[in-house]
């Protein structure tokens, strides 16, 4: 286990590489979750709005 | 025949299949994810030896290449849908390619990154403008160009046909512009990089660097799928099948 | 055809030679440039006659992309390019003769004036008419690439900016070969020939396809 972590005294390099990737690839699933949050609240919103409106 | 595949071409039909494949493509994205770089750090040897010995740190080659071809792969999708959306005028063709752009990017900036750090500890050098990092940096320029002028233009309409059309320019220019970085002196083309064909290397390696680019693609079909939903929910936004999705899932 | 070809360019030259201060702006532009960087790295003459090549191109590249604005900016605000799409002449000779005016402009003054900047970095005599060889076939191939940034961002603010972003990736092959070129004739001129045979065969790629891709944009950007 430690001499996987350790990767022959290569850890920094190729544990920086993993960890970027890691970082990137749920940073952007989790940015794109929030952007469809973002689009659909405001979307519902406006619609309730835009509904009331109507109805008044 | 024809109705069938147009059929999905409709944004409010591909919204509903791309939200139930979605999780499938992230869910087989992790396993094979997993299974391969379990493979790729376990079943090969730790150290290299050879024409090009490399130590422990080669381990990098399996994010390095698979994010390397990533990032190419996906400027032809970019540029495939740019065509269609061209030629067949289809406003979905348009919506997948702005989809497929930024992970592109994302991959280009993380194969350089990786290039970097694979560098370092191999060559003892951050950055060497070898041809292959060069010719990397400058499809980022490529894929950040694309997406600026998406930006840039406030009309959907005009800003899909201009990055289309960037896009396809960009695709016809990009053999150029790589083989002028790896040959800049006609007169006698030096093989700067050393290149090891498929053929020599160890199967589980190869198998790792595949397996981790299958993992790649169904990690890239997934956001694209979940950045093309948001993108046909704004727009389609005076659609009755869109009220009825607010409605739905809208949080209060 | 030629005649359509003709009429624009000598309209083109016509209206810049009454604001000649456009056409010099990009000459100075250039020569300025190249003269900051001996400022900046230093100016020991072994390293000047070694980074002359790439510096004058980088230098035309800019200077050639800072001009490619005012290419159809003018007739943009005026109107007169739609109407240039509406004639029955087609858009690609119409294109071809204000990329063509534009370059005699902004790109011919370059070609002329690098020789004198190539002295100013110590290159010798060979180097300096291959310099103005390479120059002179290139910088066409870089008004009709940029010819294609210009009209796609038509318009949008910021435009300069992110007209050189988009622009510049695609100038690489012509600065790698254009400059390779003077740098390999100060050691052997006959190595010269495929750099130039490269950089013709791109003039010729432009020539074909970038009007048409020119004005596919502009009409992208029109409608």
Request: net charge positive.
């Given at each position: 286990m430690m001499e996987f972590l350790a990767q022959g005294g290569y850890a920094f390099y190729v544990w920086s590489c993993y960890g970027m990737g890691a970082v990137l690839l749920a940073a952007e699933i989790v940015a794109l979750r929030k952007r469809r949050r973002t689009i659909l609240s405001r979307l519902g919103r406006l619609k309730r709005m835009r509904d009331a409106e109507v109805n008044e | 025949m024809k109705r069938h595949w147009f059929h999905f071409a409709a944004p409010s039909t591909f919204y509903h299949l791309a939200g139930r494949l979605t999780p499938w493509f992230l869910g087989l994205a992790l396993v094979t994810g997993v299974v391969a770089l379990y493979w790729g750090f376990f079943e090969t040897p730790d150290r290299l030896g050879g024409s090009n010995p490399q130590k422990e740190y080669y381990r990098i080659i399996f994010v390095h290449v698979a994010s390397a071809w990533m990032s190419m792969w996906l400027y032809i999708v970019v540029a495939a849908w740019s065509a269609i959306g061209l030629v067949f005028n289809t406003r979905l063709s348009y919506m997948m390619a702005i989809s497929v752009a930024p992970t592109g990017a994302l991959f280009t900036f993380l194969a350089l990154f990786t290039g970097s750090f694979w560098g370092k500890p191999s060559w003892g050098t951050w950055w060497d403008w070898d041809p292959r990092l060069t010719s990397e940096l400058v499809l980022f320029f490529l894929y950040v160009g694309y997406l600026a002028l998406h930006s840039a233009i406030d009309d959907a309409r005009r800003a899909d046909r201009a990055a289309a059309l960037l896009a396809i320019v960009g695709l016809v220019t990009v053999p150029i512009i790589f083989w002028s970085i790896n040959c800049p002196d006609p007169n006698q083309c030096a093989a700067l990089h050393q290149r090891s064909s498929m053929s020599d290397i160890d199967g589980n390696i190869l198998f790792g660097m595949l397996g981790l680019t299958f993992a790649f693609w169904m990690y890239s079909f997934a956001t694209s799928f979940m950045r093309v939903r948001s993108i046909i929910l704004e727009r389609e936004t005076d659609t009755a099948w869109v009220a009825e999705v607010i409605d739905r899932e809208a949080p209060r | 055809m030629f005649r359509t070809f003709m009429v624009i360019v000598r309209?083109?030259?016509?209206?810049?030679?009454?604001?000649?201060?456009?056409?010099?702006?990009?000459?100075?532009?250039?020569?300025?440039v190249a003269s900051l960087f001996p400022l900046g790295i230093g100016s020991e003459r072994e390293m000047l006659r070694f980074l002359g090549p790439g510096v004058v191109?980088?230098?035309?590249?800019?200077?050639?992309?800072?001009?490619?604005?005012?290419?159809?900016?003018s007739d943009y605000a005026d109107g007169t390019l739609e109407q240039m799409l509406l004639t029955p002449q087609p858009l690609s000779i119409l294109?071809?003769?204000?990329?063509?005016?534009?370059?005699?402009?902004?790109?011919?003054?370059?070609?002329?004036?690098?020789?004198?900047?190539?002295?100013?970095?110590?290159?010798?005599?060979?180097?300096?008419?291959?310099?103005?060889?390479?120059?002179?076939?290139?910088?066409?191939?870089?008004s009709l690439i940029g010819a294609i940034g210009a009209a796609l961002t038509l318009g949008l603010r910021g435009g300069g900016i992110l007209l050189s972003l988009l622009v510049l990736p695609l100038y690489i092959p012509v600065l790698v070969y254009g400059s390779g070129a003077v740098t390999v004739s100060a050691i052997d001129v006959a190595d010269v020939q495929p750099f130039m045979a490269l950089l013709g065969a791109f003039l010729i790629l432009a020539l074909a396809f970038s009007p048409l891709a020119t004005a596919a944009a502009l009409r992208i950007s029109l409608e």
């Open positions: - | - | 309209r083109d030259v016509t209206l810049a030679m009454r604001r000649r201060t456009d056409v010099l702006t990009t000459l100075f532009f250039f020569v300025i191109w980088v230098a035309a590249l800019l200077a050639s992309m800072l001009a490619l604005e005012r290419l159809f900016a294109v071809l003769g204000k990329v063509f005016a534009h370059w005699l402009l902004t790109g011919l003054p370059l070609v002329l004036i690098a020789p004198l900047i190539g002295l100013q970095y110590h290159l010798e005599g060979t180097s300096l008419a291959v310099m103005a060889a390479a120059l002179l076939v290139g910088t066409p191939v870089l």
